[in-house]
């Protein structure tokens, strides 16, 4: 057994997803811990897992929640360039204070956060055997497919490859901060400096991914060791209970909408969200994602708005699902069987939302083109066309299948037993 350390981002779409990984691994007897600034350590200490702090003078608690706000109120091209330096910042930090800390915790192994790539430097340089975890949806570069922060629908064809490899090239100077940063590190280290836009997909023992193989357009270009695995989702983990007030549901069919726990201070969505669902025959159900946030007025309809709400069991009782496009919530909702309306915001969210449409699983509605109408429009085709229902309950069956948890854990225990890469071979039946 190995102690096993884990990082990642301190948002709750990075920290759960790698929380539920880390108990299952600690299920298995690894010991298991979060190496993050303060804010990482709830969600850690909820999980069961150990937690090392890095970053506590820089980022002190509730530094990140002051940042996340501030990144709600982003959408779009400003939302990117502020997360780029959200994990610039994070990357300095991990540089500077996390070999010490690893050291000193005596950590044999690390998984790390495919958008974390300062971490992948540190297991180099403390030569740990390196593990790259996708949380959010892969980024690894293929000239065949749009960036996975592109809305870009997926087309073969000359013209496509070219739109594609123009997307990678901005893709590489959004990341050329985070990169610089590392370099300059790894130049006084010895190390040899990474290519531009190698985000994390530098050498690991194995490259997983949390989304099934149906949920990624056909690829031409992975790593040899890279692994689709599923959700993972574990009914027993360390989620914070919720109290939502189940007395209010009134027996009529249930809209969920989140907009997630990020790009959520923009109340004219909520706003605008309200009214389109006003006139459907339906319950609406708003979750505005953060406690700090009450509405001005009274929203449009009467929905049941709570601050955070108990996701999964309420998408067991919905009809369909309005997100922003967060691969949690599009996974969970997957796992439901419950078809969307995606309102992409930023980063990864218009890859998975143009993804979501592929599967024939949601309708799109752009934040640009975003209007009562157009959001009532793409709201009643969904719930009255059966074809969205039935495709999301066909890839509800294919997930059931996956168990992608165990498999992700195989595939962990694995790499650490031989400290050899894990080819997809390895677990036949889960390539692309």
């Not at 370099?183 to 985000?199: C, Q, V």
Request: charged fraction near 20%; charge should be neutral; glycine fraction near 8%.
């Amino acid at each position: 057994m190995a102690h096993l350390g884990l990082i990642c981002p301190e948002l709750s779409g990075h920290l759960n997803p790698m929380t539920t990984l880390g108990r299952e691994l600690q299920r298995r007897g690894h010991h298991v811990t979060i190496v993050a600034r303060p804010d990482g350590r709830a969600k850690a200490q909820r999980a069961g897992l150990g937690f090392v702090v890095i970053g506590d003078r820089e980022f002190p608690e509730g530094a990140m929640g002051e940042a996340t706000t501030q990144l709600g109120r982003l959408n779009g091209l400003q939302a990117v360039r502020f997360t780029v330096d959200l994990l610039r910042r994070g990357a300095a930090t991990i540089l500077r204070e996390a070999p010490a800390a690893i050291r000193a915790a005596k950590i044999d192994a690390l998984l790390v956060d495919q958008v974390v790539p300062a971490g992948n430097t540190v297991a180099e340089l403390l030569g740990a055997p390196l593990l790259t975890v996708c949380n959010a949806l892969a980024m690894n570069v293929d000239p065949t497919l749009p960036p996975a922060v592109m809305p870009w629908r997926f087309e073969r064809g000359f013209f496509a490859r070219v739109r594609n490899r123009a997307g990678n090239v901005v893709l590489r100077w959004l990341a050329k901060p985070i990169i610089d940063e590392i370099n300059t590190y790894r130049a006084e280290h010895g190390l040899r400096l990474l290519e531009r836009g190698s985000l994390g997909e530098g050498p690991a023992l194995a490259h997983i991914a949390q989304q099934p193989a149906f949920f990624d357009y056909p690829r031409e270009a992975l790593p040899e060791c890279f692994h689709y695995t599923g959700p993972w989702h574990d009914p027993l983990g360390g989620a914070e209970r919720t109290v939502f007030p189940w007395e209010k549901l009134d027996g009529r069919p249930m809209i969920y909408a989140s907009m997630g726990t990020l790009q959520n201070r923009l109340p004219e969505i909520f706003e605008t969200l309200a009214k389109a669902c006003a006139g459907v025959e339906a319950q609406l159900v708003l979750s505005l994602g953060s406690r700090d946030q009450t509405p001005d007025a009274a929203f449009a309809g009467a929905p049941v708005v709570v601050p955070f709400a108990p996701q999964i069991e309420l998408l067991k009782r919905a009809t369909l699902t309005i997100t922003h496009a967060g691969l949690n919530t599009a996974l969970e909702s997957l796992s439901q069987g419950v078809p969307m309306v995606a309102i992409p915001i930023t980063n990864d969210q218009p890859g998975i939302a143009s993804r979501l449409e592929w599967l024939g699983v949601a309708e799109v509605v752009p934040p640009s083109r975003l209007s009562v109408q157009r959001l009532g429009a793409a709201v009643q085709r969904v719930l009255r066309d059966p074809v969205y229902r039935e495709k999301a309950r066909r890839y509800q069956q294919e997930i059931a299948h996956l168990n992608g948890l165990a498999l992700a854990a195989d595939i962990v225990d694995q790499a650490i037993s031989t400290r050899e890469p894990v080819p997809r071979n390895r677990f036949s039946g889960f390539a692309p």
